[in-house]
């Protein structure tokens, strides 16, 4: 899928898109906590309250699924009112409170073709859910949750009249349980957490160079060898799909082959490129052993292996990776090249093809449709293979134009660490798209993709969410819904509501802190915590190399991505530019954050003192120090409307440069809006002769950061 | 075990000896972070450093168990240091960090019997864990990693010679599951936290009124109609039990009967002694449900169900519970009423003594010993009976000089909300105890009880930890080691690492609160939260009625026992006042946290307006600011030494008796210190004319909680 190229060539478009954060509005009559927004909506007067005689009712077809879902979502509602509610479903649908009305099952095992739409009224007497499916239903049960207000005069759900139905067939979440693994419990939080958002593909990446995770019978020695025992039995498999299924999500496995082989050959070097012995990789990286494809026997044994999963996955389609493999094995092995010669076949790209050809008639035995990543495309395939995508947009669109399906995952990569807005505004089909309707339809949708290498069962949730539910809603809402400042305002709420599923996303940074600082007084460390992000895209690997066994429990894996103490900081400085030449609106409360910055840092330096898993960041406590320093010595400048000596510029500017340099794989977002605070400060003399507006563009062009080298 | 009679008797005692906390010094010769604190230590000069190079040897015994565990406790010394050790044993025990010398395996199946001691030394050059069985070097490896510690140099281990031992065999934690079924996970975690604090019995308490958990494949109807489909299956329990082995601990299940067995009869109405028809009870309390002891076929039937249930569980001991059986139902039953006359049975409880005989034949064909609470106490029963004590040290001393075997557990009813002081010096054999050696070595030990009809998943480690960990000192350490401070002290830092386990005691508050609050913002919830505890005892039951189906997402769920906001404050009010007559010592202190909770009362009702769920804590922010307001207004007179009017005593003394009345279900424990200020700064007269000692205790006695009406 992934590594190497996609840092030169493609962030550059998930920059230059995020740069385009001049949305257009909304088209969301009214504030509210939906996410995904629906398709569409219109809030009426009135409102339908929920109080303790609240019941559902259930008309036309319910099974046990529909149920189920109907009493986790009572559980739910219970849970956040403290009401007590009736089990089971009323008998009397005129008297329920929300009444849910299915026509039909849907499809027996979820699929791409499931019709996901509803329609819900609320009204001042009863809630009324419409949907053709039972997992139509599910997903009006979910907005149905997210309506919930409150006041003064109890619990509510506003009068509402929804019409929904997702943009995208294809909305998935890639995670990776082979570079760490992850028990049973976590999946399942976050597969509740996927239909809370409206999420309907887990994507379970099962094999990898660093682990394979699922057991086989019929081949005990993959997981056996390949896992440290640590894998998924078939029963715990079977109990996942199950849950998944619960929700109205699709599993689709992905064995990934014939690179990223290295933890199958642990077991099986026989089916290998080179003899072998193998071991588990425990780099992270790209690595060279790769199944051999001139050998009858690799395909014997995946024939068998492939029937094996096809029947314990019962999704209709199944993943094979395909990415990444260099073919150095096959370079170096007389016989591979032997038959590559004798065939004709004049290079890795078509060994791997036909490496392919050999699968899909393997997969096509057993009813599966082929998925892999970019590598496997090629212009001889046949139409029913679908084209998983970490190009990009264009490459999709190129397979869309030539009739294949195809997914994005590009601009979908959650572990480099972007922030929410980047990844919200990356749209599988672009408002400049020049396909044709017919060739649009072949964009099936998108994944974030959860690649595992610096993540635990402690910090998975916290790289997943809340960021992946603006994921969710660019799949799932109309192209037109971009209002960034909107889509973080719901992703709070949005975030705090997923905690009720038993995500640790929020709870485990305090934890972390505590542990880091051997102690529960961890303030000024949560100060810290709060305003660093880790560093984005691969430099992680370089600026603190690790391994899969190293312990991910430093502050780079306590801190988070995106960080909302940042982005308020942010907002703030540009309340008090704004004001300019008064500078007063926010001063005050400017002044406060900054001065916390500034008496944070010594406490901050006592504490990693005896804290020595804190000492590669002390530097950051200097830095917050400075930064807060620099900021309230700009704002001074700014409110007495007093010049600063020319020196005070270059130096402060200095310190933020420093600043801006990561340490300990940690950055703070928030030295360019102090840098604009420095410049603002320094080019006060200039406003006497500017509009504030200009001036204002003139600091934000002075203070744009210094390209990188 | 525990209800009813438990409120009026025995609590008296406990007050009582939570009043001695004026204790004896502790013989540990140095500060330190040990909990439980070691029978013999001594700490010498220097240190071992642990860096990178850390390594771990085996010599003597070696087994998986003793591998796996040193592996666990080398990855938890990864979590804390951020530093990534090799995996597996050294093979060079000279060049080795640690080295664990172990004799041999130790029992089999963990027993009452087991020897946990070892031996542990560390110098600059090594550390050497020595112990005769797996389980004492499981013990040892605890008490090492309790032992880290660092400075500005890094992480190390200082010199120390400790020769440990448990005082007593039998040191458990039951959870009651019944009431509300916590999944595998929640008991892995808190397995791993008594290993963590050397427990070594869990308490596994199975079947209730309010369900059936545990899968009997001979009578699938007991959990299949008794459980709400929420039950352990044999091979859950298997695994349950392998893990607990695996750290040393026993699991002896309890199967209570002939009463709390209402779930027994939903699916087997036939065993009760009313025909039925039965459902599972949703309420708590106690209730008439009870098996028939005349009828031969329920002994064949507990035959049957408990050679089953014998062969799933191997340790030595079963618990049948025979608690709170009232006989209503025996009573009513004509036949059961002419079975007694005939055999002379004359009254309920001979005729549950007759039951139990019976019960104890079945057992012993089984190879079980036979353990029972209080009321299956009786003169003729055989001595390898254990009695399980609710009613506390008196009847188990009894017990005791007869010959017979028994747990304490009255005076652990961690339920109850009790502060952990209590618990700590509550001691199975307290100092002033008449037994001979003899007949005091049948006191096993204790139990803490989770009783469980206000927990929940989320709620479940918080109302377990940290005050276990106490419990589990008085268990473990030497009957002299009885510092309340120094105890807090210790607490405040294990509670913190036991965190590294997964437990959630810690965390789940304020996801909690965020959850009430609907929104990411709580700090004024937080404070208010740090000071209000559940009201104790069973007084929850009366203020605030709920059923087992009722969500447990409230206030008082999220509020924890002991506040240690509440303690330091308690602490604080005394410095100041030890301070007299000038109060200034620790007064800008006091002020800083009084005016944090006037401030934060406005807030907080702002907050609970949009928080339907928090309406009735509405009183609670008033009480919260009167307590501020009193408070400031108290320390301002002191600290001017100015005396008040005379009606403002009155008046706040009024407003903090207002205070003192719980509300929601919750009370605030600063009410008490904040009277004594007020008192203070009323007799702030009578200062000049006595010491400021006499003054201290006159004012102490003066600001005496009124006497309960």
Redesign the interface.
């Known amino acids: 899928m992934r590594r190497k190229q996609l840092s030169a060539v493609l962030l550059l478009s998930c920059v230059l898109s995020a740069s385009a954060q001049t949305a257009p509005p909304t088209q969301t009559p009214a504030r509210h906590n939906l996410m995904p927004v629906p398709a569409a909506l219109s809030f009426g007067a009135g409102r339908l309250p929920v109080t303790k005689s609240f019941t559902v009712a259930a008309t036309g077809h319910t099974d046990e699924r529909l149920r189920a879902g109907i009493d986790r979502a009572v559980?739910r509602l219970?849970?956040?009112?403290?009401?007590?509610f009736a089990?089971g479903l009323a008998a009397d649908a005129g008297g329920a409170t929300l009444v849910v009305e299915t026509r039909g099952p849907g499809r027996p095992v979820p699929a791409v073709e499931e019709d996901e739409s509803y329609a819900l009224e609320v009204t001042d007497r009863q809630a009324v859910l419409k949907a053709p499916t039972v997992v139509g239903a599910l997903r009006g049960l979910e907005t149905f949750l997210q309506l919930l207000d409150?006041?003064?005069?109890?619990?509510y759900v506003p009068a509402v009249r929804i019409q929904d139905r997702p943009r995208f067939r294809w909305r998935g979440l890639l995670i990776d349980i082979a570079r760490h693994y992850q028990?049973p419990?976590v999946l399942k939080r976050n597969l509740d957490a996927m239909a809370a958002v409206k999420l309907n593909v887990f994507h379970w990446h099962l094999t990898e160079d660093q682990g394979f995770r699922i057991e086989s019978k019929k081949f005990p020695k993959l997981h056996g060898l390949g896992s440290d025992g640590n894998f998924y039995t078939q029963e715990q498999a079977r109990d996942i799909i199950a849950y998944a299924r619960a929700r109205g999500i699709r599993v689709v496995p992905e064995f990934d082959i014939p690179g990223h082989a290295t933890a199958w050959l642990v077991g099986h070097p026989e089916l290998g490129s080179a003899p072998g012995p193998y071991t588990i990789e425990r780099r992270p990286g790209i690595f060279e052993p790769a199944l051999d494809p001139t050998r009858e026997e690799v395909y014997k044994f995946l024939d068998a292996f492939l029937g094996e999963m096809a029947a314990l996955f019962p999704d209709a389609y199944l993943h094979i990776g395909g990415d990444e493999n260099e073919g150095k094995q096959w370079d170096r092995n007389p016989r591979i090249q032997a038959f590559m010669k004798e065939r004709g076949i004049k290079d890795n790209h078509a060994l791997q093809t036909y490496f392919n050809q050999r699968l899909l008639k393997i997969l096509r035995k057993y009813g599966k449709r082929m998925m892999g990543w970019d590598e496997i495309f090629q212009p001889d395939l046949p139409k029913d293979v679908v084209i998983h995508s970490w190009r990009g947009q264009t490459a999709l669109a190129e397979a869309a134009r030539r009739g294949y399906d195809g997914v994005l995952s590009n601009g979908y990569y959650i572990d480099l660490i972007f922030p929410t807005s980047q990844h919200y505004l990356n749209d599988p089909l672009p408002a400049g798209s020049t396909l044709t309707p017919a060739e649009a339809a072949h964009v099936l949708g998108g994944e974030a993709t959860m690649w595992a290498e610096w993540v635990t069962e402690e910090t998975i949730d916290s790289r997943i969410w809340p960021r992946t539910a603006a994921i969710a809603e660019r799949l799932w809402s109309p192209r037109e819904v971009t209002d960034v400042e909107d889509m973080y305002r719901r992703l709070?709420?949005t975030?705090?509501r997923l905690?009720?599923l038993g995500l640790?996303h929020?709870?485990?940074q305090?934890?972390m802190l505590?542990?880091?600082a051997?102690?529960?007084d961890v303030w000024p460390l949560q100060t810290l915590a709060a305003l660093v992000e880790p560093v984005k895209e691969y430099r992680r690997y370089q600026q603190r190399p690790?391994?899969m066994?190293?312990?991910l429990?430093?502050l780079v894996d306590a801190a988070r991505p995106d960080s909302?103490a940042a982005r308020r900081f942010h907002a703030l400085v540009e309340r008090v530019l704004a004001d300019a030449p008064r500078f007063e609106s926010h001063a005050e409360e400017l002044r406060r954050v900054l001065g916390a910055w500034h008496d944070a840092g010594p406490e901050l330096e006592a504490l990693m003192?005896?804290?020595?898993?804190l000492h590669e960041a002390r530097p950051l406590a200097k830095d917050l120090a400075a930064l807060g320093e620099a900021g309230l010595e700009a704002l001074s400048y700014l409110s007495r409307g007093v010049e600063p000596p020319a020196e005070w510029r270059a130096a402060r500017l200095a310190a933020l440069d420093e600043a801006a340099k990561p340490k300990a794989a940690l950055e703070f977002p928030v030295v360019a809006p102090v840098r604009r605070l420095v410049v603002a400060a320094a080019e006060l003399p200039r406003l006497g002769s500017m509009t504030p507006a200009a001036w204002r563009a003139h600091v934000e062009t002075l203070a744009a950061p210094p390209a990188p080298k």
């Open positions: 559980r219970e849970g956040r009112t403290v009401m007590e089990r409150a006041d003064r005069e109890g619990f028990p419990e709070a709420v975030s705090v905690e009720e640790m929020e709870r485990n305090a934890m505590r542990r880091l051997r102690g529960p690790q391994t066994l190293s312990p429990t430093g909302d003192d005896g804290s020595p898993a």
